[in-house]
Nanobody, 122 residues
Framework: VQLVESGGGLVQPGGSLRLSCAAS????????MGWYRQAPGKERELVAV???????????KYADSMKGRFTISGDNAKRTVYLQMNNLKPEDTAVYYC?????????????WGQGTQVTVSS
Protein backbone atom coordinates (compact mmCIF):
# COMPACT_ATOMS: atom_id res chain seq x y z
CA VAL A 1 0.00 0.00 0.00
CA GLN A 2 1.44 3.35 -1.00
CA LEU A 3 0.33 6.87 -0.24
CA VAL A 4 1.18 9.82 -2.46
CA GLU A 5 0.69 13.29 -1.03
CA SER A 6 0.56 16.61 -2.82
CA GLY A 7 -0.47 20.20 -2.31
CA GLY A 8 1.92 21.60 0.28
CA GLY A 9 3.80 24.83 -0.13
CA LEU A 10 4.34 28.36 1.10
CA VAL A 11 1.32 30.53 1.86
CA GLN A 12 0.78 33.84 3.61
CA PRO A 13 -1.17 34.04 6.87
CA GLY A 14 -4.89 33.95 6.16
CA GLY A 15 -4.35 32.02 2.96
CA SER A 16 -5.54 28.57 1.92
CA LEU A 17 -4.07 25.31 0.74
CA ARG A 18 -5.54 21.99 -0.29
CA LEU A 19 -3.66 18.78 0.39
CA SER A 20 -4.38 15.53 -1.41
CA CYS A 21 -3.41 11.97 -0.58
CA ALA A 22 -4.04 9.02 -2.86
CA ALA A 23 -3.75 5.40 -1.76
CA SER A 24 -2.75 2.69 -4.20
CA UNK A 25 -2.29 -1.04 -4.10
CA UNK A 26 -4.22 -4.18 -5.06
CA UNK A 27 -6.93 -5.77 -2.96
CA UNK A 28 -7.07 -3.04 -0.34
CA UNK A 29 -10.03 -2.01 1.73
CA UNK A 30 -9.57 1.29 3.52
CA UNK A 31 -11.22 1.86 6.88
CA UNK A 32 -9.97 5.39 7.49
CA MET A 33 -7.62 8.01 6.14
CA GLY A 34 -6.38 11.09 7.83
CA TRP A 35 -3.84 13.83 8.22
CA TYR A 36 -1.33 14.42 10.97
CA ARG A 37 1.31 17.09 11.27
CA GLN A 38 4.63 17.55 12.96
CA ALA A 39 6.22 20.89 13.62
CA PRO A 40 9.94 21.25 14.42
CA GLY A 41 10.64 20.16 17.96
CA LYS A 42 7.11 18.89 18.51
CA GLU A 43 5.40 15.54 18.45
CA ARG A 44 3.23 14.43 15.57
CA GLU A 45 -0.40 15.39 16.18
CA LEU A 46 -3.75 14.60 14.68
CA VAL A 47 -5.18 17.12 12.24
CA ALA A 48 -8.25 15.30 10.95
CA VAL A 49 -9.37 11.79 10.09
CA UNK A 50 -12.31 10.49 8.11
CA UNK A 51 -13.80 7.01 8.29
CA UNK A 52 -14.53 4.98 5.19
CA UNK A 53 -13.83 7.99 2.92
CA UNK A 54 -17.50 8.81 2.80
CA UNK A 55 -18.01 11.95 0.74
CA UNK A 56 -20.52 14.65 1.54
CA UNK A 57 -20.88 14.22 5.25
CA UNK A 58 -18.75 11.29 6.22
CA UNK A 59 -17.68 10.64 9.75
CA UNK A 60 -14.83 13.03 10.42
CA LYS A 61 -12.84 13.95 13.49
CA TYR A 62 -10.78 17.10 13.91
CA ALA A 63 -8.30 18.40 16.38
CA ASP A 64 -9.88 21.28 18.29
CA SER A 65 -7.49 23.91 16.94
CA MET A 66 -8.43 23.02 13.35
CA LYS A 67 -12.20 22.96 13.71
CA GLY A 68 -13.85 25.56 11.52
CA ARG A 69 -10.69 26.20 9.50
CA PHE A 70 -9.84 22.78 8.09
CA THR A 71 -12.15 20.41 6.23
CA ILE A 72 -11.37 16.79 5.42
CA SER A 73 -13.17 14.95 2.66
CA GLY A 74 -12.74 11.73 0.78
CA ASP A 75 -13.42 10.04 -2.52
CA ASN A 76 -13.97 6.31 -2.22
CA ALA A 77 -13.58 5.60 -5.92
CA LYS A 78 -10.25 7.40 -6.10
CA ARG A 79 -9.07 6.21 -2.67
CA THR A 80 -8.14 9.80 -2.04
CA VAL A 81 -8.49 12.08 0.94
CA TYR A 82 -8.33 15.86 0.80
CA LEU A 83 -7.60 18.46 3.44
CA GLN A 84 -8.83 21.96 2.71
CA MET A 85 -7.04 24.39 4.97
CA ASN A 86 -8.36 27.94 5.25
CA ASN A 87 -7.31 30.95 7.31
CA LEU A 88 -3.87 29.45 7.81
CA LYS A 89 -1.77 30.71 10.68
CA PRO A 90 2.00 30.66 11.20
CA GLU A 91 1.50 28.01 13.88
CA ASP A 92 0.10 25.70 11.20
CA THR A 93 3.59 25.45 9.74
CA ALA A 94 4.58 21.79 9.82
CA VAL A 95 5.16 18.69 7.77
CA TYR A 96 1.77 17.17 7.07
CA TYR A 97 1.57 13.40 6.85
CA CYS A 98 -1.18 11.28 5.37
CA UNK A 99 -2.17 8.06 7.09
CA UNK A 100 -4.32 5.17 5.90
CA UNK A 101 -5.55 2.12 7.75
CA UNK A 102 -7.45 -0.87 6.47
CA UNK A 103 -7.11 -4.42 5.27
CA UNK A 104 -5.41 -6.17 2.38
CA UNK A 105 -6.14 -9.84 1.84
CA UNK A 106 -7.20 -10.20 5.45
CA UNK A 107 -4.20 -8.44 6.93
CA UNK A 108 -4.42 -5.09 8.64
CA UNK A 109 -2.24 -2.25 7.41
CA UNK A 110 -1.46 1.18 8.79
CA UNK A 111 0.77 3.23 6.51
CA TRP A 112 2.15 6.75 6.26
CA GLY A 113 2.95 9.02 3.38
CA GLN A 114 6.29 10.74 2.94
CA GLY A 115 4.99 14.06 4.22
CA THR A 116 4.44 17.41 2.56
CA GLN A 117 5.74 20.71 3.94
CA VAL A 118 3.29 23.50 4.70
CA THR A 119 4.84 26.85 5.56
CA VAL A 120 2.71 29.81 6.63
CA SER A 121 4.72 32.99 6.57
CA SER A 122 4.58 36.53 5.34
Amino acid sequence: VQLVESGGGLVQPGGSLRLSCAASGPFISIDAMGWYRQAPGKERELVAVIAALITNGGTAKYADSMKGRFTISGDNAKRTVYLQMNNLKPEDTAVYYCNAAGYRLGHHFDVWGQGTQVTVSS
